[in-house]
């Protein structure tokens, strides 16, 4: 079992900074490939940024290309999504995600997630 928990959520003007963390526990974090999600009620789960598992390889949505972040550091089992240049239409939900091996895209090719972190911005 990997557990996760995120933190660094909150509420941030246009045009602010945020930076989302999640810790992980359990299993060889260095063998799971990485990824956030957000999700708005009553929306399917979407896909922001992944990571495979050495950190070489990153992966983004083209809505937050040139704005977000990915990285991870294998020490401190720490994934960290850097939220720049934010707009009212990033608010949602975010959440960690972890898969054994390949990176995937897709929300339904994870196992295991964390609780969620809710990212507000303001106009």
């Known amino acids: 079992q990997v557990q996760l928990v995120e933190s660094g959520g909150g509420l941030v003007q246009a045009g602010g900074s945020l930076r989302l963390s999640c810790a992980a526990s359990?299993?060889?974090?260095?063998?799971?490939?990485m990824g956030w999600f957000r999700q708005a009620p009553g929306k399917e789960r979407d896909f922001v940024a992944a990571?495979?598992?050495?950190?070489?390889?990153?992966y983004y949505a083209d809505s937050v290309k040139g704005r977000f972040i990915i990285a991870r550091d294998t020490a401190k089992n720490t994934i960290y999504l850097q939220m720049n240049s934010l707009k009212p239409g990033h608010t949602d939900v975010y959440y960690c995600?972890?898969?054994?091996?390949?990176?995937?895209?897709?929300?339904?090719?994870?196992?295991?997630w964390g609780q969620g972190t809710q990212v507000t911005v303001s106009s």
């Open positions: 995600a972890a898969r054994y091996g390949r990176t995937w895209l897709s929300s339904s090719a994870y196992n295991y």
């Open positions: 990571i495979n598992w050495s950190g070489g390889n990153t």
């Open positions: 359990g299993r060889t974090f260095s063998s799971y490939a």
